[in-house]
């Protein structure tokens, strides 16, 4: 039992004793050290309705209140507050118990939860940036608290590994050659960049790129190949991270942006058989009530945005994870798509209402 708690039972007692019954008791901690370490200022309101002096009658219930143990000393105080001290060496033995406990007295859930936690997320070919490393440490934290307290837990590193980044990539590496760029590719962040800065200034290249897109997305063999060598030198740099930072995510916790790409028609056909399509400027766009800005799910040319993608991912966590909550941990600027997705998601009934 949690000290309030039992300090709380303790103040209880002591009120059936003076023959007064209340419906709960809850006290606070004290706001100054001369009050205290605990206060319970309920019986104001109760001298009211018993039309009895409250000084009375804290006076009363203080002499009931047990002082043999965790409590030494109980004054009241004012018109009818009542401060309690607690014992200093009850205080220590407690310590020493919840220091050799491995739980630290922090008991498991009697009904624990099945949840997912969606955190770290970085884009393959790219440094982590700060925002990713705050998602990591965060996101590891709180899966580990949830374990800790009995839930079944479920990591998921959503990376972004899909994209012209990609055709970018392939193309600069077919130009310079496979066994010139296999020595480029051990400073992949540069590579990128050196890619990029084709991308952004040489028309040709750029064709090219977007050409290497296409047939990465067609399932072409070499492209895909290639995709695949930039993906695992990308992860390994992350997992790099991942030692120095103690953090748990391992590659079974890995679903990427791309693995949810069959399921991205069918997101748009559940749509729009709820009737909640409507086309805005030649885009599929799902308009929420209360909110400005629609939630875009398909492009006027055909393709699929991230909010599609994340519409895919909430339903593969709820059926085939059978996740009970969702936890995605991101930036705050990130936090009203979220929460627009999350709509969108219930209101459709991609994900059950059960699912928080």
């Known amino acids: 039992m949690k000290l309030k708690q039992q300090i709380n039972q303790l103040i209880a007692n002591a009120l059936t004793k003076s023959s007064i019954s209340i419906e709960s008791v809850s006290v606070t901690e004290a706001t100054k050290p001369e009050f205290g370490d605990y206060q319970f200022n309920g019986i104001m309101s109760l001298a009211k309705s018993l039309k009895r002096n409250p000084r009375e009658i804290a006076t009363e219930v203080a002499a009931e209140i047990d002082t043999e143990g965790m409590i030494s000393k109980v004054e009241v105080a004012g018109p009818g507050f009542i401060n309690i001290w607690l014992d200093d060496v009850w205080l220590g033995k407690e310590a020493g118990e919840i220091l050799n406990d491995v739980r630290v007295g922090v008991e498991e859930k009697s009904h624990p939860d099945r949840v997912v936690i969606d955190y770290s997320g970085p884009n393959m070919a790219k440094q982590m940036h700060v925002g990713h490393l705050r998602s990591t440490i965060i996101g590891d934290t709180l899966s580990n608290l949830l ?14 590994d899909w994209g012209t980044q990609f055709g970018m990539l392939i193309a600069h590496l077919e130009e310079i050659g496979q066994e010139s760029g ?30 290497y897109v296409v047939k990465i997305q067609s399932g072409d063999p070499h492209c895909l190949a290639l995709w695949q060598k930039f993906i695992d030198i990308s992860l390994g740099h992350c997992e790099e991270i991942y030692d120095k930072l103690g953090i748990k995510l391992t590659r079974k916790d890995v679903r990427a942006e791309s693995s949810y790409n069959e399921k991205l028609p069918q997101v748009i056909e ?8 409507q086309v805005s400027e030649g885009a599929k766009c799902v308009f929420l009530k209360g909110e400005e800005v629609p939630v875009i ?4 040319d055909g393709g699929y945005l991230y909010a599609t993608t994340d519409l895919a991912a909430l339903w593969y966590r709820s059926e085939v994870l059978g996740a009970k909550r969702v ?30």
Request: glycine letters at 6%; proline letters at 0%; charged letters at 35%.
């Open 182 to 211: 296999s020595e480029n590719l051990k400073d992949l962040e540069q590579f990128y960049r050196d890619a990029k800065k084709r991308f952004d200034e040489e028309k040709l290249f750029a064709d090219r790129a977007r050409e």
């Open 147 to 160: 374990s800790f307290l009995g839930d079944v837990v479920i990591r998921q590193n959503h990376i972004g």
């Open 297 to 300: 799910v398909q492009k006027g």
């Open 327 to 356: 936890s995605c941990v991101v930036d705050a600027r990130q936090s009203g798509h979220f929460k627009q997705v999350f709509r969108v998601a219930k209101e459709s009934g991609i994900v059950a209402d059960d699912v928080q």
């Open 270 to 277: 559940i749509l729009e058989s709820k009737g909640q399509l």
